[in-house]
């Protein structure tokens, strides 16, 4: 595994980190490389890969969410997953609390154990459906997760009027579709799409960024 990768990625991103942090998230991608070929948690083999597509597409979000949560917020992973952005985001913001939301057993058994055995103190993993999540979060997340115009209802009973959500999205062309769709079944909202930057990943991503968040009907 490249650990100059992994530093000149979050470089490029102005992403600050420490040799704690990197060494995190190295004990990390090493879980995910242990699990994978059981639990099925990533598509990528390649543990390089596996960094540029999903830790550094995940850090790429950081400076957004400096700028739209405070210290101490609570932070929902929606459909965590193999633990993107959740898990990543809540080693490069220790100041943050991270609770990564996620139904299906083995992953959620998976990120506890990741969380545990890479020393994470701001983050827990929540087995429970979205559906059923009764807690209110300062702000909520997810990456290749459903769509918005799916997920919006349940999206909406575990936010505040002062929360944020921010979810990660590939073209922006497309978020813009599902921001439409939305606005289309009655739902108002502010909303800016930002492009995301990925170092040495030549595609396309955005972060959907959505305040004040109703449902008119």
């Not at 009027?161 to 073209?171: I, N």
């Not at 800016?192 to 305040?211: F, G, I, N, S, W």
Request: with cysteine; aromatic share 8%; proline share 5%.
């Amino acid at each position: 595994m490249d650990r100059e990768l992994l530093e000149s990625g979050l470089e490029r991103i102005g992403v600050p980190y420490s040799a704690d942090s990197i060494d995190r998230i190295v004990a990390y991608v090493s879980e995910i490389m242990l699990f994978n070929p059981t639990y099925k948690l990533v598509g990528d083999k390649d543990p390089d890969e596996i960094i540029i597509r999903h830790v550094l597409d995940s850090a790429a979000a950081y400076p957004a969410f400096m700028s739209h949560t405070l210290p101490g917020s609570v932070i929902a992973d929606l459909g965590s997953g193999a633990g993107f952005p959740g898990i990543v985001l809540s080693i490069l913001m220790p100041d943050r609390h991270f609770v990564l939301v996620e139904r299906m057993r083995r992953r959620a058994q998976f990120l506890s154990l990741a969380i545990a055995r890479t020393g994470i103190k701001n983050a827990e993993c929540d087995e429970r459906d979205l559906k059923e999540e009764k807690r209110v979060f300062d702000a909520v997340t997810a990456r290749a997760f459903h769509p918005l115009y799916d997920i919006a209802e349940d999206v909406l009973g575990v936010i505040g009027p002062s929360s944020v959500s921010l979810f990660y999205k590939g073209q922006r062309q497309n978020a813009v579709s599902e921001l439409d769709v939305l606005r289309g079944a009655g739902y108002s909202f502010d909303a800016e799409v930002l492009d995301l930057k990925v170092p040495y990943l030549d595609e396309r991503r955005t972060l959907c960024v959505l305040a004040n968040w109703t449902q008119d009907r």
